[in-house]
């Protein structure tokens, strides 16, 4: 997974984006960062080397036009799939038939800032009721990481507090639904969501630099501030 997804300039307040897809991304970091040949870059991508040129093509006019425009660049969907992200820690086995509810997780409480996230304490939910609890550290990931660890985990929801775009855009990708904006204890937190009464703000939003909060939302359930269960 991209470690960062989001891009802005400083010296604006970018009102128009440009959306870089996963797979444009990498062939980026391949051949420009990595310095690979269009052949070995094709071989890793496991594309026809036409389609690297494609891929790539599009991707530099998408840099240039959030660059020249000041624009800001989000790189989140496309075509690809995701290397396993590896967990050097003991994770509860998980059911056939269990929901995975992963709370940001400090002292009790929903932890607010979900790219600082130390631990999350995971809970299993079978017919509305949580049947297992575990607290599972962090190990330093970054924010860009953490989306990874908790697909890792097989997590299929998170509750946290305020969360970045780019977060929210790694989640989408991992397959993982949102509720944030949620404060207090994390017991109960996930006790409502289990039992699908859980009170959340789809337009929660934490920024790298503190000054910017975007109504934007990357979920399609979040026109509905309550989960009705799953």
């Not at 404060?183 to 937190?189: E, P």
Request: aromatic content about 6%; overall charge negative.
């Amino acid at each position: 997974m991209p470690l960062y997804r989001s891009f802005s300039p400083d010296d604006i307040a970018a009102d128009e984006s440009v959306r870089m897809t996963v797979d444009e991304y990498e062939a980026v970091r391949l051949l420009d960062a990595e310095g690979l040949t269009q052949e070995a870059c094709a071989d890793r991508m496991n594309v026809a080397r036409t389609t690297v040129t494609a891929i790539y093509d599009s991707a530099r006019k998408k840099l240039a036009d959030a660059i020249v425009h000041g624009k800001r660049l989000l790189i989140a969907g496309g075509c690809c799939e995701f290397a396993p992200t590896e967990i050097d820690q003991n994770i509860m086995e998980k059911g056939s038939d269990t929901m995975r509810i992963a709370v940001t997780y400090e002292n009790g409480e929903v932890f607010q800032h979900f790219g600082h996230s130390e631990q999350f304490k995971l809970y299993d939910v079978e017919n509305g009721k949580i049947v297992s609890e575990q607290v599972v550290d962090t190990n330093g990931s970054g924010h860009g990481a953490l989306a990874g660890f908790l697909q890792a985990a097989k997590v299929d929801a998170l509750i946290c507090g305020g969360i970045g775009m780019g977060a929210q855009m790694a989640l989408a990708d991992a397959g993982i639904r949102l509720y944030a904006g949620v404060q207090g204890s994390a017991d109960a937190a996930a006790k409502a969501l289990a039992e699908g009464t859980l009170n959340y703000d789809p337009d929660a939003r934490c920024d790298h630099h503190g000054h910017h909060h975007d109504g934007d939302c990357s979920h399609d359930h979040c026109a509905d501030h309550h989960c009705h269960g799953n």
